[in-house]
């Protein structure tokens, strides 16, 4: 990176930083006698803020995003021609790129058949809850309306789904919510919720149908769930969890909606993260990976038996999805979308994700074995969380700032690693990596060598 280029007017760009923009997720309070962090130039995995401190990312973005790394030219010039022919059209219309790339989309997604754009994942959420909303009024006289979610999902900043989140922390001071969210037992085996089940996964499935039979199977129209919890500790469901899952959908006619905001586009080693467990849904959305963060974009894709519930002769003014995502016509998104599909394709990244989530997996193994203070590691490809505890007998959760001590400690090593925080009340205890698709072996060792002395600075 060259700071000497940016140098002379960078003071100013400080000046209006910290003026003027309004920081995700951050107190200000920190910034009174202290300077924002402004992220300049990113090549590959690694990031350059306005004074020349070279980082390596961890989180791929921050958020899980950057799948394919920085600095990719061909999907800025992807972006650049499609920009120029033609930008933005309502989606009342279609387009080329988003033509062409629910295309290729549906052809990695077996069973599914139809893509409705919209600019992010709570939004892509949202549209799935609206329409099972509207198919609950059109097909069932009001009724299957509930939404069931799971404790420690995530499903985005909207009231819905802040609604249909289990992270109370995230929901805290923004209620009151609409009514029809109904949470569901979380599965993570390792925090069990059913002491003594032979089988924990099917155990943690048939919980949902407990809740199901509880409201009432003639209300419940939908499960939301991650296909790997995410933000709420890095939980991959425990075998035979999701078989049975679908069996209980099947049998209550619930649909299924699997929120693969984090996990898609290539993520756990697989195009989808429900790929690894061979069911089928009726809705899945996605957002993050989808364009690498190189334009905005999401997709809530459906079953054509979905897509057939709104369509009449005419005689309902109102059957159809009524519904709009202004910068769902941008064609940038699509355009960047099927740039990032070639390259994870032509550079074989899902193997390398499968090669190297092998590899981290294996070094946090390692890492357990020296410091006491992991108490589990867990993951699937290139998305893994190591969970901090006091003491490994009683699982007693490490207190987040001590967790937040050890994300600090890899910063000044010039490792960005991510951890859950404000999330859930006692257990933002895990530390979340996700590196981008194309992390090398040598990458991989600096990140957990930067842990590794960053748990050994923290508790000894």
């Known amino acids: ?44 995995l690694r990031v350059w803020d306005q004074n020349g401190v070279e980082l390596i990312d961890a989180v791929s973005g921050g958020v899980w995003t950057v799948n394919v790394g920085f600095g990719r030219e061909t999907i800025a010039d992807a972006v650049r021609d499609q920009l120029l022919k033609m930008n933005y059209f309502a989606g009342v219309l279609g387009s080329v790129p988003g033509a062409e790339y629910a295309e290729r989309l549906i052809e990695k997604m077996p069973g599914l058949s139809r893509v409705y754009y919209s600019n992010s994942g709570s939004e892509a959420n949202e549209k799935v809850f609206k329409m099972v909303r509207q198919i609950s009024h059109r097909h069932h006289g009001g009724r299957k309306s509930k939404i069931l979610f799971r404790e420690r999902d995530y499903h985005g900043t909207t009231i819905a789904t802040l609604a249909a989140g289990g992270q109370p922390q995230r929901a805290a001071m923004y209620g009151p919510f609409p009514d029809g969210f109904v949470e569901v037992p979380h599965c993570l085996e390792y925090r069990s919720q059913f002491p003594g089940a032979e089988d924990y996964g099917i155990a943690s499935a048939n919980a949902i149908e407990e809740v199901i039979l509880r409201e009432g199977p003639d209300t419940v129209g939908l499960l939301c769930l991650e296909p790997i919890t995410a933000g709420g500790g890095v939980i991959v469901p425990p075998g035979g969890y999701w078989e049975r899952v679908q069996e209980i959908c099947r049998k209550y006619e619930v649909l299924l909606h699997i929120d693969e905001v984090v996990c898609g586009v290539g993520r756990t080693g697989t195009w989808f993260g429900y790929q690894h467990y061979g069911i089928r849904p009726d809705f899945v959305t996605m957002a993050k990976g989808v364009a690498s963060g190189y334009a905005a974009i999401s997709c809530t894709v459906t079953t054509e038996a979905v897509f057939d519930m709104f369509k009449d002769d005419g005689s309902d003014p109102l059957g159809y999805f009524r519904d709009i995502s202004t910068f769902g ?12 599909m070639r390259i994870i394709e032509d550079e074989g990244l899902l193997e390398n994700t499968t090669r190297m989530g092998a590899r981290l997996m294996d070094n946090l193994r ?52 991510g951890a859950t925080n404000r999330s859930l009340p006692g257990f933002n205890n895990t530390l979340c990596l996700a590196p981008a698709l194309i992390v090398t072996a040598d990458e991989v060792d600096q990140i957990t060598g930067a842990i590794d002395t960053a748990l050994a600075e923290v508790f000894g």
């Open 1 to 44: 990176m060259n700071i000497a280029q940016t140098a002379n007017d960078m003071s100013s760009i400080v000046h209006a930083d910290k003026a003027h923009v309004w920081h995700h997720l951050f107190q200000h309070r920190a910034l009174d006698n202290a300077d924002p962090r402004i992220i300049v130039d990113g090549k590959g």
């Open 329 to 340: 016509g941008c064609t940038a998104g699509p355009a960047a979308a099927l740039e990032n």
């Open 366 to 417: 390692a890492l357990m074995d020296r410091h006491a203070v992991i108490g589990d590691v867990r993951g699937k490809g290139l998305f893994c969380g190591a969970e901090l505890v006091t003491d490994r007998a009683s699982k007693e959760p490490v207190d987040e700032k001590l967790v937040q001590a050890v994300v600090a400690s890899c910063n000044r090593q010039g490792v960005i690693i």
